[in-house]
């Protein structure tokens, strides 16, 4: 009867997560082995368009795709294997540019040069956001109590800003002659061009989003220390342990579970790093991996998309969440397994 | 158009219009009729005019083209008429979605131009209204306190852009809308004779003539805003009006705006010229662009003819009369005024239209992946090209072109 009553109760969120989550990715999975395009053929035309003053004709071979009997464009599909996978990594290139140990050459590969990012991204934004979260939380949590509303209210701004309107707003700061470029202008007295070269755009980008998910951490944080025992803290008090004793003894260790899980959230949230990208139009110079999937993605001027492509780097990412996850996920099973009776 | 792109791309203009016929156009339309086309200026003009007819509907968005080829699909379509340029044309005819007008312009397109009617295997698909083109401008003021002529060809723009660098009155010499750079250097390719494709689909853009324009582009980043790669439309037309650039390749749908006294600094002080050559004897580093209009074919004789009669008031003298600086107008009864000047030079001097296909699609798409690695230094001209063709190679191979 239990068994049944928890299966009631999961029914609905099982049902969901296969059809928003597991049949999506099932499609996806597929399309990243397959290629579906339009059959083309190649017709004398007559083409007219124009110039100001003037109609241009011209007669040429030209290829265009095949419209069926439906009046829709045929397509075709076909099994490609990995070769979807294997543009998107471009191992070959990437190989011989490690090979002459020629980092410029590996950072011209799209992929590369995303993961590149991504990466260097996820890690330094990562001990930023734990310590400013722990710190606030702490700061907060022993300053007078009529002061703690406000200054809850105040550190949470950043997290309730939509993301691209944030990155725009901080973008306009420092784009051109920003508001903030010039000031830096007239205080260094030489020119400043912040989107002029990748490393000054990455700076903004990180700086942006520790303030926005910073809150975030912090109000976890905070909420956890809620629950810390109050009679160790005070046994600690006459043991004689000092301030930082008793955060580094008794406060971190209660708070561990937590950080654990701010951590994989973080990693899992900035390993898809996306709204910096096009909130800072940076993709001339830094790209992210989710911002390549979506680039595949996008049509062109003539409407083409890379679907196989997408489906690919889409797959490749969800890969690499996996990896960044797994030395935590590993743990927090461990200490499941452990703590079981 | 894309390249007229706001620096908002993301922001959607809705413009509700189903108020009762209102004057000044000719017939009261009882058919609902829906319009999806780009937001700048000049769709707004032409769609307000429109609705005077009654039961009008636009969608103006700048995302535009990532939602008509879908609505135009449906059965019946979303849209009665789609707005175009000549790029965004391509998918819609590829999947066979506008419907051919040689009857309705027989009917009621008198007062049509030749060159406005759009032809497609021998077709008419579409009505251009405007023309588009990137040409010079320039400060006036400034070349003349410096004593210098108008260049005609890059060699000369840039001893131009080195005496207004010396004589340090702007920040920039030179500016322009790179962030686009795909269609830098798709115009100084054409401007220096270049070919992308052999057989059709084959790329062939490594080449003579692909280095030398590389180089070009690289020798003019000397002289820019060193953010030129961030740089859109917008970007290039605030750096005008504030007197921050002396001279610009800049978008001719632009040139009202750096006149306009509400925002501009620099009202009266620029002036338009052709495009420049990359050399003596070479036609212009610019493509000519059109925008216009399609009818969907997915919707009855009926709703067609209604749409094309709304389409054609929308598009007819008296829009072109109280809209006149708004575009250079390939409508009847628009006269060139001095904004149109470096555009009709343009065209003169030779430069060809976009050359606007599937392939050209993707090779937009290749350029733009690789050529700002050797903007920035990462990687020599010849490494580029090839980098361009291998990355449309892949491309074309997964849209079956190869």
Not at chain 1, 173 to 199: H, K, N, P
Not at chain 2, 80 to 101: D, E, F, M, T
Request: proline fraction near 4%.
């Amino acid at each position: 009867m239990k068994t049944r009553a928890l299966l009631v109760f999961i029914a609905p969120s099982v049902v969901m997560m296969l059809v928003f989550i597991a049949l999506p990715l099932t499609t996806v999975f597929w399309q990243s082995f397959h290629v579906s395009q339009p059959v083309f053929e190649t017709v004398r035309v007559e083409n007219c368009t124009t110039s100001f003053l003037s109609q241009v004709c011209t007669t040429e071979e030209k290829t265009r795709p095949v419209l069926g009997p439906d009046g829709k464009m045929q397509m075709r599909s076909s099994f490609v294997g990995l070769s979807s996978y294997a543009n998107v990594l471009e191992m070959g290139k990437a190989f011989a540019a490690l090979a002459d140990r020629n980092w410029r050459a590996l950072m011209a590969i799209n992929f590369w040069k995303a993961l590149r990012f991504t990466l260097t991204f996820t890690f330094l934004t990562l001990p930023i956001v734990l310590l400013l979260g722990v710190t606030l939380a702490l700061a907060v949590d022993s300053a007078a109590r009529s002061l703690r509303g406000s200054i809850i209210f105040v550190s949470l701004l950043p997290f309730i800003i939509t993301p691209v309107i944030g990155a725009l707003s901080i973008k306009w700061l420092f784009i051109g002659d920003g508001i903030l470029t010039s000031l830096l202008e007239t205080w260094l007295q030489r020119d400043v061009a912040v989107f002029a070269q990748s490393w000054s755009i990455e700076l903004i980008m990180m700086f942006y989003r520790v303030w926005h998910v910073a809150p975030f951490a912090f109000l976890i944080f905070y909420a956890s220390l809620q629950t810390v025992n109050r009679d160790t803290l005070e046994s600690a008090i006459i043991d004689g342990a000092s301030r930082w004793e008793r955060v580094r003894y008794v406060v971190l260790p209660h708070l561990a579970p937590v950080l654990v899980f701010v951590t994989l959230i973080h990693l899992m949230d900035s390993y898809r790093v996306f709204e910096e990208i096009v909130g800072f139009s940076s993709q001339a110079h830094v790209i992210s991996l989710q911002w390549l999937t979506y680039d595949f993605l996008k049509p062109d001027d003539s409407g083409n998309r890379s679907i196989s492509r997408a489906s690919a780097s889409a797959m490749l990412t969800m890969i690499g969440v996996v990896v960044l996850l797994a030395p935590l996920l590993r743990r927090t099973w461990a200490d499941f397994r452990g703590s079981r009776p | 158009m894309k390249t007229t792109r706001p620096l908002l791309s993301a922001l959607t203009v809705l413009l509700l219009a189903s108020a009762p016929a209102v004057a000044s156009c000719a017939f009261e339309n009882k058919v609902p009729v829906k319009v999806s086309a780009a937001a700048f200026p000049a769709w707004k003009a032409v769609t307000s005019a429109m609705a005077e007819c009654g039961n009008v509907q636009s969608e103006l968005s700048q995302e535009f083209q990532e939602k008509q080829a879908a609505g135009f699909a449906a059965k019946p379509s979303l849209y009665h008429i789609g707005g175009v340029a000549n790029s965004s044309l391509v998918p819609l005819v590829n999947q066979g979605l506008v419907r051919p007008l040689d009857d309705l312009v027989a009917r009621f397109g008198q007062k049509l131009r030749p060159n406005q009617l759009i032809r497609v295997d021998g077709k008419v698909v579409a009505i251009a209204m405007m023309a588009n083109a990137q040409h010079l401008m320039y400060r006036k003021d400034i070349f003349d306190t410096l004593g210098i002529a108008v260049p005609g060809t890059y060699g000369e723009l840039l001893a131009a852009a080195d005496k207004i660098q010396k004589a340090n009155t702007v920040k920039y010499p030179f500016g322009g809308t790179w962030k686009t750079t795909w269609l830098e250097f798709v115009n100084m390719y054409m401007g220096y004779g270049g070919e992308f494709f052999t057989d059709r689909v084959q790329p062939a853009v490594n080449n003579a003539k692909g280095v030398a324009a590389l180089e070009m582009l690289k020798k003019l980043t000397a002289y820019m805003d060193p953010e030129y790669l961030v740089s859109d439309a917008t970007y290039v037309q605030q750096q005008f009006q504030q007197g921050r650039i002396a001279m610009a390749n800049y978008w001719a749908s632009r040139a009202a705006a750096l006149d306009d006294p509400k925002e501009s600094q620099v009202v009266g002080k620029i002036a338009m010229a052709a495009a420049p050559a990359p050399d003596k004897g070479l036609p212009p580093a610019s493509t000519l662009w059109w925008d216009g209009i399609v009818i969907a074919k997915n919707i009855s004789d009926a709703e067609a003819e209604a749409a094309f009669k709304v389409a054609l008031e929308g598009m007819d003298a008296d829009m072109v009369k109280a809209n006149a600086s708004a575009a250079i107008w390939l409508i009847e009864g628009y006269a060139a005024d001095k904004l149109a000047a470096g555009a009709q030079a343009t065209a003169a001097n030779g430069a060809k239209p976009y050359p606007a296909s599937t392939q050209m699609g993707l090779m937009q798409k290749a350029i733009a992946n690789k050529l700002n690695d050797f903007l920035k230094g990462g990687k020599d001209a010849r490494t580029t090209l090839a980098d361009i063709e291998a990355d449309y190679r892949v491309l074309a191979k997964e849209a079956g072109l190869l």
